[in-house]
């Protein structure tokens, strides 16, 4: 859970009011739809974008006054003074899209058109893992190698274990992770053998409508969730995690994995890190 502290906008307000419920009332409705993280991320370009506005002397500002110099100076600022280069210029121009599809009359087509002719640089991304970064990027197979035969000897606490295995054989973002429930947990048995799988929750690009992607697990992984089980079909399937930051709480379980277990990089020789992203970018490994 990310909480959006909505007096901020008021402090101080640069926005107009209506300013600031027209940026409200963007945010409620890309809830349904987005990760809270990005989320987020608007409403800080928001929170920018009123500092911005107050050290240019801009005062009770509305969307209407928006022209293509203040955005054009809103983005230099961007590219000049932050890590996130475009990124703010970018989720405005979002924001500005959606008030004209919209209809609402602070937005004007012609400025949008505009602001879709303007290139906006983002931030740098991915270069961790185009560049092999020994400690922030990919695995490599020695160190798969590591954790998988830690996990495959039931080493480490059984909650932290759970996770690691999770994100070892799936590959996937924490955020899909954190919003696993119960009923998400599927075993079949038959004669011959016991099989378990999950329907791991959809985290980009997602509609209102719930959307889940059925992958197979190994039957250790499988085995141990069912032991660590609590509550019913709704329930949170990793219930140990914290409510109000769960991906947060994935990633101090393994770096504690880690470190309990004393893991050290074959290729590094320095203590192993582990963390969701690096499972990510190396893809789902499957050995058990």
Known sequence: MIP???ARLNEPAVLSNRARFLAK???ADKISRNKAR???NDFRMFLRFQEWLGSVRQSSFAWANLTEGLA?????HGMEHTADKGNDFSRLRTFYRWGVA????????AIFR???SITAVGNAKGHYVRFRDSVKG?????????????????QGMDQDRAIVMLHLELGHNPNASARLRNKDFVRYETKSAVVYQLNVPRVKKRTSRRETKCRPISTALGRLLECLQQGGPEATLLHWLPSENPE????????????????????TQRPLVINPRRFLSTGPHKEM
């Open 72 to 76: 054009r100076a809103f983005l230099a």
């Open 25 to 27: 009332l963007f945010l």
């Open 248 to 267: 947060g709480g994935i990633n101090r379980a393994m770096r504690r994995f880690a470190r309990e277990l004393h893991m050290v990089s074959p290729r």
């Open 114 to 116: 505009i602001l879709q």
């Open 4 to 6: 959006i502290p909505w």
């Open 138 to 154: 990919p695995f490599s197979p020695d160190e798969l190698l590591l954790v998988s035969r830690a996990v495959s000897k039931g």
């Open 38 to 40: 990005t989320i987020e």
């Open 102 to 109: 919209r209809q609402h009359r602070d937005f004007d087509p």
